[in-house]
Each structure stands twice: as structure tokens, then as C-alpha cells.
């Protein structure tokens, strides 16, 4: 396309002159005016619908991020769907997590309008990222019977200036829209993931998160004989047992701090394939609560024995901990994995 022909209309799709855009300008400013729009020609129908809309509706979507669709969501409610699943921001439910829970009762699919299914949508695809969402797409689908079959809640009021949190949850699922506020915590909140495909077989054929493992055993192997005996534990603790336990505490399993820098790099590669499914801005928030609590070298790998699914000594079951840092993969019988990040206990 010449340099000439490089307007295009975020309506109507159509690509028109540079020069023939801006003398429809004028054209249209009079005719949207006195509401004579549909007697336009197709180019001062263009410029119309710039100066009618402000903004283009691709220009108003790329400034959308999931805190502006939770705001969008809780305007588009009815008091009823309030009543239901909005709670004071200090509610104990929203700092509940399990692998398998509703936070409200109703499902995205019975509860909410077309229009607000998608935007619940919306929230979710942009607090993941590309590869994220399409593992836990698939992961909701073999699990639970779709996106859904889901629950939401919203706790605080969005846009008024109040701390808020949107919350989804299910089986095999938590997860948060933190409202981008700043309280030393990742996500805003522990969150789950987990995938039931693959029960009690070696290897878990199909599990969308096995990779993890596979990327934690890396770290395993690497190890020399005497690491591995401090790094591998008979039995693991509770899967749900994330909570931040502050820098005098006692970690499981060997200290980074012990390893080679080779050795070091690669549970670094495996800290980012497990932040990887999220959003930028949510990893990197993650990173800072990391370095609050002293870095890479204060944190603790450990490896257990129990439930080695097919005795094949590739550790189903292992852990990442530090003073703010937990994270609890449970690869047997399927994944459950458990998620606590925050800079403060």
C-alpha cells in the first residue's frame, strides 16, 4: 500500500487517502452533528466514527489490562450478582486456595451474561501468558468441563480509588487478578494449578505441567553424590503447607547458596518455566519478593521419594523454598502444585 493510502477505519476496516480522510473530517464533524451520518460517503463515514468514538476500539484494547476488565465486570452487575460474589476486600475468603473449591457458588457459564462471560475471559487470558493460557485452557477442559464450569469472586470495589482483588477458582485452580497494588505479595495471594490427566501412570502421559518436573529432575541429575543425598528426602510435607515462613526458619533439601554456579543457572532456568505461564507483570513482582528475601542463594531445593510414580528416581514430588518463596509440586498421583510468594510473613 502506498504511503498515501495509510488510514485505515477502526470500524469500518476500510483503508482510504490520507488527504480524502481529512477533508472528510470537516465533511462528517457537521454531518455527525446534525445526525446525518448515514447519508455519508465511505471516507467521511471513517472520519466520523473517529470523532464520534474518541478512540479507536483497537486503541481502547490495547490500554485494557484485567484490572480495567474487573472494573468493567463489576459495573456491568446487577445488584443480585453482587450480592453473590462481591466481598468486602478484608473478607478471609479471599486469601483462601485449594486444589478444588468454589469461592462462590455459581459458574461463570450459569451465572453471567454472554457479555460478561467474556469479559471474565478477558481478565483471566491477561493475568497468563500466551502459553499459559492455552495449558490452562486445556487443563480446565480435561478437568472440570471448561472455563465455565469456574467461579469468580470480586472483593473491594474496583476503580474507586480501593485496594480490590478478582479471584477464579475450581478444581485444580486458583488464581488472582491482584488489582496491581503494591502489599509485598505476588499475585495477590497463594495461588493453585494442577492437571488430573496422567493418575498414578509413569511419566503422567498428557500432563500439560509435567515438563516442570521433568525441568526440576535437570537440576537433580546435575547434582553430585553427596548434594543428592542432602537434596533427596524420604517424605514430603503437606501439598498445601506454603506458608511463608520468614528467614530463621529451617528449609528442606539442599541450599542454592551450596552450588556451582553451572548448577545454580539451571534451577534459575527452572524458576522462569515455572513463572512462565504467567504475566510479565506478575513474574516480575514475584522476582522482587524473591530478592527481598535474599536472593537465589537463600533458597532451598529438596526432592522426596515418596509416591515416585513407576520407581523410575525422577522425583515426582519436590519443593522450591526460601524466607519468601515457596513452591510445593505434588506430581503424584496427578499435579497439584501450591504457590506462596510475598516479601512479608
Not at 450478582?81 to 466481598?87: A, E, P, R
Not at 457458588?105 to 502459553?131: A, L, N, V, W
Amino acid at each position: 500500500m502506498s504511503e498515501q493510502r495509510n488510514v485505515r477505519c477502526p470500524e469500518c476496516g476500510e483503508w482510504t487517502d490520507r488527504r480524502e480522510f481529512m477533508k472528510g473530517v470537516s465533511a462528517a464533524a457537521i454531518a455527525a452533528s446534525a445526525g446525518v451520518l448515514p447519508m455519508l460517503g465511505a471516507t467521511q463515514k471513517c472520519a466520523a466514527h473517529s470523532l464520534l468514538s474518541g478512540a479507536s476500539a483497537a486503541e481502547e484494547k490495547a490500554k485494557a489490562t484485567p484490572e480495567t476488565a474487573v472494573k468493567r465486570l463489576y459495573d456491568s452487575l446487577n445488584d443480585k450478582q453482587k450480592s453473590v460474589i462481591c466481598k468486602p476486600f478484608d473478607d478471609p475468603l479471599r486469601q483462601k486456595y485449594s486444589a478444588n473449591w468454589a469461592i462462590t457458588k455459581p459458574t461463570i457459564g450459569e451465572f453471567f451474561t454472554k457479555d460478561q462471560q467474556e469479559t471474565i475471559r478477558e481478565i483471566f487470558r491477561g493475568c497468563t501468558s500466551e502459553d499459559g493460557y492455552q495449558r490452562f485452557q486445556k487443563q480446565m477442559e480435561e478437568d472440570y468441563g471448561g472455563f465455565g464450569k469456574y467461579h469468580v469472586a470480586i472483593f473491594g470495589k474496583p476503580g474507586q480509588g480501593e485496594k480490590f482483588q478478582w479471584v477464579m477458582s475450581g478444581r485444580h485452580m486458583t488464581i488472582r487478578d491482584d488489582g496491581n497494588f503494591t502489599d509485598g505479595t505476588a499475585f495477590g495471594g497463594p495461588m493453585v494449578y494442577g492437571h488430573g490427566t496422567g493418575d498414578s501412570q509413569k511419566g503422567l502421559p498428557g500432563n500439560v505441567f509435567y515438563y516442570q518436573t521433568l525441568k526440576a529432575n535437570e537440576v537433580f541429575q546435575m547434582l553430585d553424590g553427596k548434594q543428592q543425598k542432602k537434596a533427596l528426602l524420604d517424605n514430603s510435607p503437606p501439598e498445601d503447607a506454603v506458608q511463608i515462613r520468614g528467614p530463621m526458619a529451617k528449609f528442606p533439601g539442599i541450599a542454592i547458596a551450596e552450588l556451582s554456579g553451572d548448577q545454580k543457572k539451571l534451577v534459575e532456568n527452572v524458576m522462569h518455566e515455572l513463572l512462565a505461564p504467567y504475566r510479565a507483570e506478575d513474574v516480575k513482582e514475584a522476582m522482587g519478593c524473591l530478592k527481598s528475601g535474599g536472593g537465589l542463594d537463600k533458597m532451598h531445593i529438596a526432592f522426596y521419594k515418596d509416591q515416585d510414580i513407576g520407581s523410575d528416581e525422577i522425583w515426582d514430588i519436590w519443593r522450591l523454598e526460601g524466607p519468601t518463596f515457596v513452591w510445593h509440586f505434588r506430581g503424584a498421583p496427578h499435579v497439584h502444585t501450591y504457590v506462596n510468594i510475598a516479601s512479608k510473613t
